[in-house]
């Protein structure tokens, strides 16, 4: 079943030149992009994004570090596209993370994890709204 799916690569990605690489798995993967867009947004689109976590304690830090510098917001379009990405990038937690997904091989961070992926189909809707509402 297709389904579309939200990837962000988050500042650190960006800042690190890991875009390429970090994309190029998801191509490799045989998932196709629907909308790209390198952006930087503001505390109030980090709100909107992060709704369910606002009032959690480590949310303050988590803002500020999606606010901190460019990111490149996605769209994936594929077979299971949610699951699929979900299991590509690994773990939230770097240091956690399985070997072979993009954060066991290139994170070592909890909160500079480098991606964002929907977790579930609903979310991915909803997430696709709020970054790309011409697609919704």
């Known amino acids: 079943m297709s389904q579309r799916t939200l990837v962000l690569l988050k500042p650190d990605t960006v800042r690190r030149g890991l875009m390429g690489e970090v994309l190029g798995r ?3 993967k045989g998932l196709t992009v629907v909308a790209m867009d390198l952006r930087r947004i503001d505390p109030a689109q980090a709100d909107r994004h992060y709704s369910e976590h606002v009032d959690r304690d480590f949310y303050p830090p988590l803002r500020d570090f999606v606010t901190s510098g460019p990111l490149v917001a996605m769209v994936l379009e594929g077979d299971e596209a949610v699951e699929v990405v979900r299991m590509l990038n690994g773990a939230t937690d770097g ?3 399985q070997p072979g997904t993009i954060r ?4 070592v961070s909890n909160r500079e994890n480098l991606v964002h992926g929907s977790d579930s189909a609903e979310s991915a809707e909803h997430e ?3 970054w790309f509402p011409d697609l919704a």
């Open 128 to 130: 696709i709204s709020l």
């Open 104 to 107: 066991g091989d290139l994170s």
């Open 26 to 28: 998801y191509e490799a």
């Open 95 to 97: 240091r956690q993370a």
